[in-house]
């Protein structure tokens, strides 16, 4: 007869609120989704400007003002940096979601990120022209 | 021949005894050319024959020895001890429970890859007479590169997601179903979306790669996971914007 077989499987628990700390890969990640909140922020940001530009000419020129304090500098340098941080490393990935296959071949990976970034270009260039940069 | 000792710290559990797990070190005289898991053979011949651990090919095929080394999902057959300086910390798999050692219980993976159906489900039933189905080149590589799966869940160790949301489909499972989604031959794509299009499936993917990362074979299970999104996300904006086009 066979012997009775005993199991008590043991379950290691996740730690809820510090798993990205256990690999730095899971730190990276947790960088790139946090860095949506500068994003978000600086849309505020715009938005809040609009009230400002409906509310008449005192308060949009308070406005600028504010935008020119040290304060609303630095925030802007921040954001800059941490959006772009988001745009590289979402464009980067691009290529997995999207393969291009053609014949018996895939797009290389360079082909569809290059696109997304010739886009990002040509889009802020035409917003840059909008705005009256150049 | 040059051998070295080298020091590996094993995650040790037996159900019977002990009330958690804990670490056993070992010093192992290994040869140059070794493998973890040919450390882990000499342990368990020479040293120490209670340690419990999976292996079968000891050649990244039968996808039967992943396990935390040094932190990372390994296949113990594909990690060179060279490459580890210092003690190695030898655990099983995360994510998974332990069964006994550095075998886990895969019941929940098994169970899951059951769910998505990961068999050709023929578009129309053909008999033998007909023919075979025939498949070109190009539709053959549309899809080969996730056959390469092995089951070996590295990529459930390395899933944060997964470690948060056991009822999640996973990475593996989900990649098998594209697989079969994407080969011309099939047509069970709809039954498959009801397992991998729900909530439990692809939406509990963040697309935090580390899936990709570990995967021995070059799966990028993570880029199945993606395809499949975008394909639901069609699937969704067709039949609520398009209902004309419905059968």
Redesign the interface.
Known sequence: MAEKV???????E?P?TR??F??P??LR?MAR?VTCLFIGAYTLLMVVGLHRLAQGRASWEAFLEMLRSPWSIAFHGLALGFSLYHTITWFN?TP????V?I???FLPDAVIAGAHYAVWALLSLILLKLAGAY | MSERLVELEVLRYNPETDSKPHFQRYSVPCREEWVILDALNQIKETIDATLSYRWSCHMAVCGSCGMMINGEPKLACKSFVRNYDGVIRVEPLAHFPIERDLVTVIDDFMGKLARVRPYLIPREAKTVEQGEYRQTPEELKRYKQYTLCINCMLCYAACPEYGLIPKFIGPAAISMAHRYNLDSRDGGRELRQEEIAASEGVWECSFAGACSEVCPEHVDPAAALQQVKIASTIDWFKEHLMPWLKK
């Open positions: 005993t199991r008590r499987p043991y379950v290691r996740v809820r798993w990205f256990r690999h890969r899971y990640y989704e990935l997995k979601a999207l393969p296959q014949g018996e071949g």
